[in-house]
């Protein structure tokens, strides 16, 4: 089986955005030597209309995921300025009940059993994972999918925001893998569940 991979930028008190999900606050992070980390690491996971701008070649190949998977209001976020497909050299899937048709031929939505689409993902066979972009809800409703997180923490502390799972207090067990720490305070740490 491959790996749903909760990919996602945190505060150091671990919300993903303001209370309503903005992130931007962290934004002036990416730069210097994480943005490189980034570009070559993961460049899959930057927006396709930002390559250009980032100096990522188009064609770049995926390092780690081949799928990204993410909740209507996260998706709104590039929709709403008019990119319907922010990560077009991707699968794009959207977990969505209130859209019916998607705006884009690249997006297929995900409307009915979530986890068992998901896990009909998780069980096709490719060298490359499966992106959980976000955000709260969405993480919160696969929390148990959930195979393996890398948690870029930002160095802020919010007080107050979205939290990184919207669900009930369970305690779930993770294994800490590497640690990645860069010189503008950010710290990528990469955890695998225990089952
Ligand atoms: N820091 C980061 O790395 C990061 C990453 C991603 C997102 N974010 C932020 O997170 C915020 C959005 O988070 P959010 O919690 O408000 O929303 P979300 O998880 O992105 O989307 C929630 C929506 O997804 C759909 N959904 C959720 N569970 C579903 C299920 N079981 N079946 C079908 N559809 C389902 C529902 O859409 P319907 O209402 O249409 O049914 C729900 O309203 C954004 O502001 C974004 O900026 C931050």
Redesign the pocket.
Known sequence: MRKLTY????SIDGF??DP????SS?YGYVMGEYLEYMRTEYPETLPAQAWPALGIEPGTPSRRFDTVV????????GLDVGVTSPYSHLREY??????TESPDPNVEL???D??GRVRELKAEVSGLDIWL?????????LVDEVDELII?TYPQVYGAG?PMF?TDFTVREFTLGPVRTFDNGVVVRTYTRKR
């Open positions: 990919f996602v930028a945190c993903i955005g309503k999900g903005d992130a962290a993410q909740g209507l209001n996260s998706y709104k976020v959207v977990a969505t009940r209130s859209l995900i409307a009915d979530l986890v972009c976000g955000g709260s809800t969405l993480a919160g409703a870029k979205m919207g």
